[in-house]
């Protein structure tokens, strides 16, 4: 046994450091994901052919788990660039826009807080860099310094909200926290993380913007409804869980039909807004990513199968035996380590803790907020 867990462990780490060389080997993550991943099961049920089928057993369950997070990722995906094709998030530009300059800051890195609670936090960091530099066409030092407020602000907004971040969402579908609960528990420490470094640099902001010259395009035919329907539909997911008790990747895919139900309907009619049509906007989805969720979830659950994860979390009770320290370190560790496998590593090594423990706040948190501690800690 033990020559399988080295096995899967170093299987593993080279997965991680194909994964982490991606720039400079030029091969894409999902692709190092996707073979660590089968090469992990594969290894498995080489080793053990008279248990395969318990290992079957147990790689359809986890394929349901993942399944269930995969397509919630690329529901939420799909809404976000039926926005992005109709400029929705030009609505909130123009708003903005009304801001003086004393006050646009604040204003920005609060709506990036509560926007990345509603879509991903690297969605959010690119749509609100890109507002910013329409709304403070100079000084790109300034922007540069501006746009580290509105990824910390990101990060924070996701670790909030059951839908904002992936890791939150993988707790929320994976039955360790509820939508209620974690809003709760996170918002007002989500919210400090974001406001404290927004008020540390605020004095020094104030007085070197430069006067506003906001500079956007017009938005597309009915952007403004299409932005609000994708928001509502979003925000509508926990409460159509709580109320029908369905997973809640249902409620994505009623608010991906009710949207493109209603896009079709506006524009059927209309020749020139074909390119607003939504299977031009699923053209734009970044596949590529949720192959790379797919291949790092499976990779995981083999490590589960096999007995690493275990051993790594009697390890870790060893090297910090507070729960809250391990945790802590874990979100340290976000910011070199991505989060969709640290969480999932977490979810199967603490699964005997309920749902709703303050450990799955913490780690939600920790994880969440960690990111935002070095450049290449979180995607945003």
């Not at 080997?25 to 395969?52: D, E, I, M, Y």
């Not at 590529?288 to 790092?296: A, K, P, Q």
Request: charged content about 10%; some cysteine; overall charge neutral.
């Amino acid at each position: 046994m033990q020559t399988v867990i080295g096995g899967l462990s170093l299987l593993f780490v080279a997965g991680y450091v194909l994964i982490a060389l991606e720039h400079f080997l030029r091969v894409n993550k999902s692709a190092s994901a996707l073979l660590t991943g089968v090469f992990c099961w594969g290894l498995l049920f080489l080793v053990f052919p008279q248990h395969r089928q318990e290992l079957m057993g147990e790689l359809s369950a986890h394929l349901a788990d993942i399944a269930g997070i995969v397509f919630f990722v690329l529901c939420a995906m799909a809404i976000v660039q039926i926005i992005q094709v109709h400029r929705g998030f030009l609505f909130v530009a123009r708003w903005l826009s009304r801001y003086q300059r004393a006050s646009l800051i604040g204003v920005v890195v609060l709506l990036t807080f509560l926007l990345s609670a509603v879509i991903d936090n690297l969605t959010t960091a690119l749509v609100m860099v890109a507002l910013l530099r329409g709304l403070i066409p100079e000084q790109a030092q300034l922007r540069k310094l501006v746009a580290g407020l509105i990824v910390i602000a990101a990060n924070a907004g996701g670790a909030w909200s059951p839908i904002g971040d992936v890791t939150t969402t993988m707790l929320w579908i994976g039955g360790h926290i509820h939508a209620g609960a974690i809003v709760r528990e996170l918002f007002l420490p989500a919210f400090v993380s974001a406001m404290v470094p927004l008020l540390v640099l605020l004095p020094w902001l104030r007085f070197e913007l430069p006067a506003l010259a906001p500079s956007f395009l017009a938005p597309e035919p009915y952007a403004g409804l299409v932005f609000s329907l994708g928001i509502a539909g979003l925000l509508s997911v926990p409460v159509f869980h709580t109320v029908t008790g369905l997973p809640p990747v249902f409620g994505a895919f009623l608010a991906v039909g009710v949207l493109w139900s209603v896009t079709e309907l506006l524009h059927r009619r209309s020749p020139d807004h074909s390119h607003l049509r939504v299977h031009v906007a699923l053209q734009r989805v970044d596949v590529s990513t949720v192959l790379f969720f797919v291949g790092i979830l499976l990779a995981v659950d083999a490590l589960q199968t096999g007995h690493v994860l275990a051993h790594v979390a009697q390890w870790l009770d060893q090297l910090l035996p507070r729960r809250e320290m391990a945790v802590t370190f874990l979100g340290l560790i976000s910011a070199v380590v991505d989060n969709v496998p640290l969480t999932a590593a977490c979810m199967k090594m603490y699964s005997a803790y309920p749902p709703d423990h303050w450990l799955w706040f913490l780690l939600a948190y920790a994880v969440g907020t960690g990111g935002s501690i070095l450049v290449i800690g979180s995607a945003a």
